[in-house]
């Protein structure tokens, strides 16, 4: 277990490289407290974009002062009218052995989930798409939406993944933000060897053996792999550094025949990228990407959220008997709790702002936010669009195991009295009155706290 001067140590380790990226690096004393770790990683990461804008400042939407290429970091950039022909050369995100990777940047995670599957209808025609529960619901909703050629399926991990066989071309979505019983009857489907795997690696670290596993079993298959990814969340040490995304085509000469449609997949997506304006933006790339020291301090921060993932499913498991929705999912980056009464979004968003707001005034790190891979626990409404049920998803931080420990039996006593509260005001058949402020925020880790007065004004 990790204590609190061990998790100091290591977090200054991390500040120390980004800041190391400034041209005029500023004076750094060790963090003596979570809350001095979240506050000076912002101000570094702030003042990194500030030294880029100043220092860079004839870098334009279209490149016409800077001669050769634009460096950040460890990357180079190329490009011309609106950054529609990018070309980024530098490390790749990804920990991975592949002959070979071609990577294309977007601004955002759906920009190339959405330039990819709009490729793909226009390469491939109409086919089948077969989704996993819980599946992101965005990429659901984009395809719902406006990829009419593609026929939406989703899987059901109940029985054994075997899927007959179709007449139709079909592609396999993987995503990383489903659970663990979803993704293992993904993993089973890919038996069927659809024409094209696109696997959503979001919620997985960049190092993750399931990642590896995934492209091994498709190699064995000769199945075509295109990996989409949001890099906002994991790949930046918890600072959100910008709003990036990438499709990366793994192993395309080896795995896609020479005959086939698919060869013009990469070439495609480009295409969609510049038509929809969704080239990646050169000043959301971490210059701190790639360095052994990054991947080291990574690897230390997404093992520490999984072993505090792992105790907050056993404790709320016990601690919220019938007031879970989901705590195993795959990636272990975030657990959902439920409400005795049916909640919508509203209701679902203002449980999560009020619960944070009243433990963050408890002096415990948690914040509403609607991201996960923080040094802070990150509470927000959340849809599941296979059940259409809503619920409030609690992200977990990278924190020491004891600080950790409190907070989730804080959480637990606030949701409980919350739940509280809820049935007294059902009871009085008051259903116009709001979900009313949960615990004090004075509540002390270790007591239960009271069910709020009701509001007399």
């Given at each position: 277990m990790e204590i609190l001067e061990a998790y100091l140590d290591r977090k200054h380790r991390e500040l120390r490289l980004i800041n190391d990226c400034l041209r005029h690096p500023l004076p750094l004393a060790c963090p003596r407290s979570v809350g001095d770790v979240v506050r000076r990683k912002f101000q570094l990461t702030a003042a990194l974009k500030a030294e880029h804008a100043h220092d860079d400042w004839t870098v334009t939407e279209t490149a016409w002062a800077h001669p050769g290429q634009l460096r950040i970091g460890p990357f180079e950039f190329r490009y011309d009218y609106q950054r529609a022909d990018l070309d980024v050369?530098?490390?790749?995100?990804?920990?991975?052995?592949?002959?070979?990777?071609?990577?294309?940047?977007?601004?955002?995670?759906?920009?190339?989930?959405?330039?990819?599957?709009?490729?793909?209808?226009?390469?491939?025609?109409?086919?089948?798409?077969?989704?996993?529960?819980?599946?992101?619901?965005?990429?659901?909703?984009?395809?719902?939406?406006?990829?009419?050629?593609?026929?939406?399926?989703?899987?059901?991990?109940?029985?054994?993944a075997a899927v007959s066989p179709r007449s139709s071309p079909s592609i396999l979505l993987l995503d990383s933000s489903a659970s663990a019983p979803a993704?293992?009857?993904?993993?089973?489907?890919?038996?069927?060897?659809?024409?094209?795997?696109?696997?959503?690696?979001?919620?997985?670290?960049?190092?993750?053996?399931?990642?590896?596993?995934?492209?091994?079993?498709?190699?064995?298959?000769?199945?075509?792999?295109?990996?989409?990814?949001?890099?906002?969340?994991?790949?930046?040490?918890?600072?959100?550094?910008?709003?990036?995304?990438?499709?990366?085509?793994?192993?395309?000469?080896?795995?896609?025949?020479?005959?086939?449609?698919?060869?013009?997949?990469?070439?495609?997506?480009?295409?969609?990228?510049?038509?929809?304006?969704?080239?990646?933006?050169?000043?959301?790339?971490?210059p701190y990407i790639g360095t052994p020291l990054y991947r080291e301090l990574t690897s230390k921060r997404i093992a520490a959220i999984l072993r505090n993932s792992r105790r907050a499913s056993r404790y709320f498991a016990a601690a919220l008997p019938g007031l879970t929705a989901e705590l195993h999912y795959i990636h272990g980056l975030y657990v959902t709790v439920s409400s005795q009464q049916p909640l919508d979004e509203a209701a679902a968003r203002r449980a999560a702002a009020e619960m944070s707001g009243d433990l963050a005034g408890a002096g415990l790190p948690i914040q509403h936010a609607g991201s996960f891979g923080f040094d802070f626990a990150a509470t927000e409404w959340f849809h599941n669009p296979t059940t259409r049920r809503y619920s409030v998803r609690i992200a977990v931080p990278d924190l020491p195991m004891a600080i950790w420990g409190d907070l989730i039996t804080a959480i637990a006593q606030w949701w409980s009295a919350h739940q509280r509260q809820v049935a007294v005001s059902r009871a009085k058949s008051r259903p116009s009155f709001p979900i009313g402020r949960g615990p004090a925020a004075s509540v002390r880790v270790g007591e239960c706290p009271s069910p709020p007065r009701r509001r007399t004004s």
């Open positions: 050369r530098g490390p790749s995100f990804y920990e991975l052995q592949c002959s070979a990777i071609d990577t294309i940047y977007t601004a955002s995670g759906m920009a190339a989930i959405s330039a990819l599957l709009l490729a793909s209808m226009r390469v491939i025609g109409k086919a089948d798409i077969l989704i996993l529960p819980g599946a992101y619901g965005e990429t659901q909703e984009f395809i719902e939406g406006y990829a009419d050629r593609l026929r939406m399926t989703t899987l059901n991990h109940a029985r054994d993704f293992g009857a993904g993993l089973r489907s890919m038996d069927t060897a659809p024409d094209l795997l696109i696997f959503d690696t979001t919620c997985f670290s960049s190092g993750s053996g399931r990642i590896g596993r995934v492209l091994r079993r498709a190699r064995e298959l000769s199945i075509p792999v295109v990996m989409v990814r949001s890099h906002t969340k994991l790949d930046s040490l918890g600072a959100e550094y910008g709003r990036l995304g990438s499709a990366a085509f793994v192993d395309w000469a080896r795995n896609v025949p020479g005959g086939s449609r698919l060869k013009e997949l990469p070439a495609e997506t480009r295409n969609a990228v510049r038509l929809l304006g969704g080239a990646a933006l050169p000043a959301h790339f971490p």
